[in-house]
């Protein structure tokens, strides 16, 4: 499974009400960290498919969904599991720090 562009028309659907964990990245286009961690999100949707959903957000195309989860700086990784976030992180991080957000 690829990575899902999350909007804020499919937000519920895709992110509040999934039954398996989400990871969404909130990115820009224009943001030299994000293509760095970019990779590193589509190697995981690969990996993880069926597992946990992986998520993407434009901020400049969703600013709603960056104001409404108060992410100031970009990448910002938040990881939902019933509708909740449950965990977050900042900034680049290496794979296993990553997954280790939506670990049990």
Known sequence: ???????????EAEVLQSDIPVLVDFWASW????????????????????KVK????NVDEQPELAAQFRVM???????????????????????EQVEALFAD
């Open 1 to 11: 499974m690829s990575e899902v562009i999350i909007t804020k028309d499919n937000f």
């Open 31 to 50: 943001c030299g960290p994000c293509k760095m961690l970019s990779p590193i999100i589509a190697q995981i949707a690969e990996e993880q498919a069926g």
């Open 54 to 57: 992986v998520g993407k957000v």
């Open 73 to 95: 700086s970009i990448p910002t990784l938040l990881v939902f599991k019933n509708g909740e976030v449950v965990n977050q992180s900042l900034g680049v991080q290496p794979k």
